[in-house]
């Protein structure tokens, strides 16, 4: 049985269709992806799968409870992480934790444990007796992790877990997050619109564009459908129809000067592949990547350098000076 | 259907309470401001309007002290109506979303809020019974202390219901001060307050015996300087009625919330 199970979930505002007829599982113990662009729909979805969005239409069942039926249930099986900052700036880290573990029903001798342990796997255990208000963008989200699975929920959403943060910062919350996934054994569903975290985290990823899901497969079943490694060059007038028949090309696009090839064994074979196409202003050469396959289902790049989270509807946040 | 775990609710009602009181108390600003306001009015409003008022005239009390209960309602007033734009900065900084997202019934969430902006309030009232005992001669016993104390929380939890189902709805601060205005000024102004109803214009009078408000202030009058026009009964019945009917209100309001 799958621990959750969405069929045709759909969200409209007035004549926008936020979420279209979404069907998939996801299974007990799985790190599980929505990979897409920002305006997706990938934060709505969640939304409602946590019972803070009533669905338009379709059904979606959590550890067995309907989210329009049993919403209470719901929300006790469950974490959130939520992509805009939810603390309050005015507790501690550790009293945040505290309301938190009364507001889940934690039982009373366990509360101190859990808050130590939680404390302990994001590395603030130092501070938690400090206000929020002042605390980074990174503690903060660390702080917010650790409150999601303080109440040993089955699953954990996690809404764009490092949006806006450092480099250094995400490899760090990377690490927590698998650790919650292997020692503490949560299922996580994760939305983000970076493709390495979808790559490096998740067991299975479907990629969401304007609502839909465009596809479903495992990081490495994704690569492998691109048949092969990824070959641009910047060139006038290549020989394409050479190129065609190589054995070896599995894929040829050319538009605008952009030669595009899918090639088994680039590396080998690229002698032979830029003696037909002539003058090569410039030549690209990499394994496939997520990126990659993005562009193969959508036809479009999915830009990554965009600080911005989704759902406008829902980030209404004035960041006044406190922050 | 749904299973109601009690305690845990109650466990959840106690978290929103007690972080409403943690927030309070670190902010003394708000303590501070919230008490200046009705000493101020006390002070300058009392001693100045009432120096003007020949003594006796306001049913046998100096005016001082015929103040004392409104000026306790005007603090129940703002102090309860604005913790409701607490609930809009919430949103803001959406702390609301955790609180949203926890698996608590939203009357839970609602009674929680409630309690504890009426907490803040009555802190702020008990400290004014004090001020107004030392320095402004109002009379306390045991039993008026006690019925003062309930019919604070009555109007407390009436008016912060109100306060909190206005800023379920509304979406900025900058409109729940317009909505403030024509709220909280009819609802004191016209309360008999400021003024016995007594020899007021029937337009006037009609007006003020329809404000549920003026009935706190009767009572309280009634119960700290044994004046009343309506009789204690009626204060009573008309107090508590307020009370549920915003209750109500304030809990249907509360539910629709959008963030």
């Known amino acids: 049985m799958p621990l959750i199970e969405i069929k045709n979930l759909t969200k409209k505002f007035d004549d926008f269709t936020a979420v279209d007829s979404l069907s998939f599982e996801i299974n007990e113990g799985e790190i599980f992806g929505l990979l897409g662009p920002n305006g997706a729909g990938k934060t709505t979805t969640l939304s409602m799968l946590a019972t803070l969005l009533p669905p338009t239409g379709g059904d979606a069942l959590i550890n067995g409870f309907d989210v329009a039926k049993h919403p209470t249930q719901v929300r006790r099986s469950i974490g959130f992480v939520f992509q805009d900052p939810s603390s309050d700036d005015l507790l501690t880290g550790r009293e945040n934790l505290y309301l938190h573990a009364l507001m889940y029903g934690v039982k009373p001798a366990e509360i101190k444990k859990k808050i130590d342990e939680g404390l302990k796997l994001v590395d603030l255990t130092d501070k938690q007796n400090i206000r929020m208000r002042k605390y980074s963008g990174g503690m903060r989200r660390r702080l917010e992790l650790a409150r999601g699975f303080l109440h040993s929920p089955k699953i954990l959403f996690l809404d764009e877990p490092t949006l806006g943060l450092d480099p250094q910062t995400r490899e760090n919350l990377w690490v927590y997050i698998k650790k919650l996934s292997t020692e503490n054994k949560i299922t996580i569903i994760l939305t983000t619109h970076y493709m390495e975290e979808a790559d490096k985290l998740c067991d299975r990823i479907a990629i969401i564009d304007h609502g839909k899901v465009i596809a479903l497969d495992t990081p490495g079943n994704f690569k492998k459908s691109l048949g092969g490694d990824l070959v641009t060059i910047k060139t006038k007038n290549p020989e394409l129809d050479e190129l065609k028949h190589m054995d070896y090309v599995k894929q040829v696009q050319f538009k605008d000067g952009l030669l595009n090839l899918t090639v088994i064994d680039a590396g080998l074979h690229l002698q032979k592949i830029l003696e037909k196409v002539g003058k090569a202003e410039n030549v690209e050469l990499h394994s496939p990547t997520l990126h990659d396959v993005f562009i193969k289902l959508t036809g479009r790049q999915m830009r990554e350098d965009s600080e911005e989270g989704e759902g406008g509807w829902m980030t209404r946040s004035v960041h006044s000076g406190n922050k | ?259």
Not at chain 2, 17 to 25: A, C, N, P, S
Not at chain 2, 119 to 142: E, K, R
Request: charged share 10%.
């Open chain 2, 1 to 259: 259907m749904p299973k109601l775990n009690i305690s845990s609710e109650l466990k959840g009602l106690y978290a929103i309470w007690y972080r409403e009181i943690l927030v309070f108390t670190r902010e003394p600003s708000r303590l501070v401001g919230a008490i200046i306001q009705p000493l101020l009015w006390l002070v300058i409003f009392g001693t100045g309007l009432g120096s003007i008022i020949e003594p006796g005239s306001v049913s046998g009390a100096n005016y001082q002290q015929f103040l004392f209960p409104g000026i306790l309602v005007m603090t129940v007033l703002f102090s309860s109506l604005f913790f409701g734009l607490y609930i809009i900065l919430d949103k803001r900084i959406d702390f609301l979303k955790e609180v949203l997202v926890a698996p608590l019934n939203k009357s839970t969430m609602f009674f929680g809020k409630a309690l504890g902006g009426s907490t803040d309030g009555l802190l702020q009232i008990i400290i004014l019974m004090v001020l107004g005992a030392i320095f402004f001669g109002i009379h306390f016993n045991l039993l008026s202390v006690i019925l003062t104390l309930v019919i604070v929380i009555l109007l407390l939890i009436a008016v912060t219901s109100l306060g909190l189902a206005i800023g379920s709805i509304m979406d900025s601060p900058e409109g729940f001060g317009l909505i403030s205005s024509f709220v909280i000024f009819p609802l004191f102004f016209l309360s008999g307050a400021l003024f016995p109803v007594t020899k007021l214009p029937i337009w006037l009078k009609i007006i003020v015996t329809i404000n549920p408000v003026s009935y706190s202030v009767d009572a309280l009058r009634s119960v700290i300087l044994g004046i009343t026009s309506y009789g204690l009964l009626l204060d009573f019945t008309v107090m508590i009625a307020f009370a549920l009917l915003m209750v109500i209100v304030g809990t249907w309001a509360f539910k629709r919330i959008k963030l």
